[in-house]
């Protein structure tokens, strides 16, 4: 069993800037791919970013890509949201999940484990 806690989330103006962190407990998820979703009001859960195990593999939203950037630090069992220039439209509750099986991918259904989320919010 794996239990992951977000934190790192609060409002900012639009092109500012957050980082959200990804704390695992109970056991390590140094072997485990660690996935980053988000959700917004009235809309479905969408994928964000995600990270190998071994964090040589990355994967991102069209929507993201050049904006965000995804890490891990084994050392801290921890996997980091870095979030730059952001819009209002990435306004969300921001989910981690880890899967212990496969590579980094966008699948949710795969991710065994998920957090509670953080909250972001990007005004203009």
């Known amino acids: 069993q794996v239990q992951l806690e977000e934190s790192g989330g609060g409002a900012v103006q639009a092109g500012g800037s957050l980082r959200l962190s990804c704390a695992a407990s109970?056991?390590?998820?140094?072997?485990?791919?660690v996935g980053w979703f988000r959700q917004a009001p009235g809309k479905e859960r969408e994928f964000v970013a995600a990270?190998?195990?071994?964090?040589?593999?990355?994967d991102y939203a069209d929507s993201v890509k050049g904006r965000f950037t995804i890490s891990r630090d084994g050392a801290e069992n921890t996997v980091y949201l870095q979030m730059n220039s952001l819009k209002p439209e990435d306004t969300a509750l921001y989910y981690c999940?880890?899967?212990?099986?496969?590579?980094?991918?966008?699948?949710?259904?795969?991710?065994?484990?998920w957090g509670q989320g953080t909250q972001v919010t990007v005004s203009s």
């Open positions: 109970g056991r390590t998820f140094t072997n485990y791919a």
């Open positions: 999940a880890a899967d212990p099986i496969h590579s980094a991918h966008s699948g949710s259904a795969w991710y065994e484990w």
């Open positions: 990270i190998s195990w071994s964090g040589e593999s990355t």
